[in-house]
Nanobody, 123 residues
Framework: QVRLVESGGGLVQAGGSLRLSCAASIRTFSRYTMGWFRQAPGKEREFVAAISGSGESTYYADSVQGRFTISRDFAKNTVYLQMNSLKPEDTAVYYC????????????????WGQGTQVTVSS
């Protein structure tokens, strides 16, 4: 049974920072690609970032490249999303996801999802 629990969301002013965490109850954590997606009101869910099982490769959406950093801690079975220089358009519910296999930016390719955490960026 895989469970993903996100935390760290909240309200922040534009230009500020937040760090999201996703605690994963996965026995073979290093075999899973971990991803972050987000969904704003009235919009489709979109890819934000992903990190390979080994942690050696990371991928980002163009909209967050250079501002967000994804990382993973194998000792804690946790994946992080450090978000800097936040913009109002980053406001969304952020979801953590796990995929057994190679990195993908397609949400349909992920096997497990967390419940989401709200991030609100005020202007």
């Amino acid at each position: 049974q895989v469970r993903l629990v996100e935390s760290g969301g909240g309200l922040v002013q534009a230009g500020g920072s937040l760090r999201l965490s996703c605690a994963a109850s996965i026995r073979t954590f290093s075999r899973y690609t971990m991803g972050w997606f987000r969904q704003a009101p009235g919009k489709e869910r979109e890819f934000v970032a992903a990190i390979s099982g080994s942690g050696e490769s990371t991928y980002y959406a163009d909209s967050v490249q250079g501002r967000f950093t994804i990382s993973r801690d194998f000792a804690k079975n946790t994946v992080y999303l450090q978000m800097n220089s936040l913009k109002p358009e980053d406001t969304a519910v952020y979801y953590c996801a796990a995929r057994y296999g190679s990195v993908s930016n397609r949400d349909g390719n992920y096997d497990y999802w967390g419940q989401g955490t709200q991030v609100t960026v005020s202007s």
